[in-house]
């Protein structure tokens, strides 16, 4: 047990060291993130009563499509690079690496997102309860996005177009993650408590689950 997570603490000091390496590929979601809520914004400078009460759907939205940038490479990389294979082989679970994966996409995008969106609330007249509830109800939601993107992921390895078959695939599973996450976002549903307790509910699910699924098709990949 004691090998297997010191595997694991390898691999995820290795995924950050390549993150620090590819820092234009961390800062395209971030970038993301603030150009669209800024364009958004733009746009309803006319109805800014509006734009207040649809501010949460906006930094949800926003938020799965720039958490998406980070699904597109990963897996397919170290297909490429001929690494997939010493992964598969290694002696750590592979399911146990793929949760690691995860974790680091989820630290580096799914955290500055929510912090950026706790910010963005603040500043557009969100009261800070409310503000706090949307950024723990992203960063939850966030780490069921992050799950779901690397499963399809992994998933698409074997297609020649994956980048399409992941946006295909990701709207209609990531769909509930989005009504739930809305509806926990804000104080004023009566329903809040209900949906921020079936996201928790989604997330714990999914994170003993999703690593199992995701180290059987790259085994499945690397025994074709």
């Given at each position: 047990?004691?090998?297997?997570?010191?595997?694991?603490?390898?691999?995820?000091?290795?995924?950050?060291?390549?993150?620090m390496?590819?820092?234009?590929?961390?800062?395209?979601?971030?970038?993301?993130?603030?150009?669209?809520?800024?364009?958004?914004?733009?746009?309803?400078?006319?109805?800014?009563?509006?734009?207040?009460?649809?501010?949460?759907?906006?930094?949800?939205?926003?938020?799965?499509?720039?958490?998406?940038?980070?699904?597109?490479?990963g897996?397919?990389?170290?297909?490429?690079?001929?690494?997939?294979?010493?992964?598969?082989?290694?002696?750590?679970p592979?399911?146990?690496?793929a949760?690691?994966?995860?974790?680091?996409?989820?630290?580096?995008?799914?955290?500055?997102?929510?912090?950026i969106?706790?910010?963005?609330?603040?500043?557009?007249?969100?009261?800070?309860p409310?503000?706090?509830?949307?950024?723990?109800?992203?960063?939850?939601?966030?780490?069921?996005?992050?799950?779901?993107?690397?499963?399809?992921?992994?998933?698409?390895l074997?297609?020649g177009?994956?980048?399409?078959?992941?946006?295909?695939?990701l709207?209609?599973l990531?769909?509930?993650?989005?009504?739930?996450?809305i509806?926990?976002?804000?104080?004023?549903?009566?329903?809040a408590?209900?949906?921020?307790?079936?996201?928790?509910?989604l997330?714990a699910?999914?994170?003993p689950?999703v690593?199992?699924?995701?180290?059987?098709?790259?085994?499945?990949?690397?025994?074709?």
């Amino acid at each position: 047990m004691n090998r297997d997570l010191a595997l694991a603490l390898a691999f995820w000091k290795r995924e950050w060291r390549l993150l620090m390496r590819q820092r234009n590929d961390l800062m395209e979601p971030l970038a993301f993130y603030l150009l669209g809520l800024f364009l958004m914004q733009v746009a309803s400078a006319q109805f800014p009563r509006a734009f207040e009460t649809l501010l949460p759907a906006f930094l949800w939205v926003l938020g799965l499509l720039a958490a998406s940038y980070s699904f597109t490479a990963g897996w397919r990389d170290e297909l490429a690079r001929g690494e997939l294979a010493e992964l598969v082989r290694a002696d750590a679970p592979l399911a146990l690496l793929a949760l690691v994966r995860v974790g680091v996409g989820w630290f580096s995008v799914g955290l500055p997102l929510a912090v950026i969106a706790f910010g963005a609330s603040l500043a557009f007249g969100t009261q800070a309860p409310a503000a706090l509830q949307l950024a723990l109800a992203l960063l939850l939601g966030l780490a069921l996005v992050c799950l779901i993107g690397n499963l399809i992921a992994s998933l698409a390895l074997g297609a020649g177009r994956s980048s399409l078959l992941i946006a295909l695939l990701l709207l209609p599973l990531t769909s509930p993650v989005l009504i739930f996450g809305i509806g926990a976002s804000s104080l004023a549903l009566m329903d809040a408590k209900a949906a921020f307790l079936m996201l928790g509910a989604l997330t714990a699910i999914a994170l003993p689950l999703v690593p199992l699924a995701i180290a059987f098709m790259l085994k499945a990949v690397e025994d074709v």
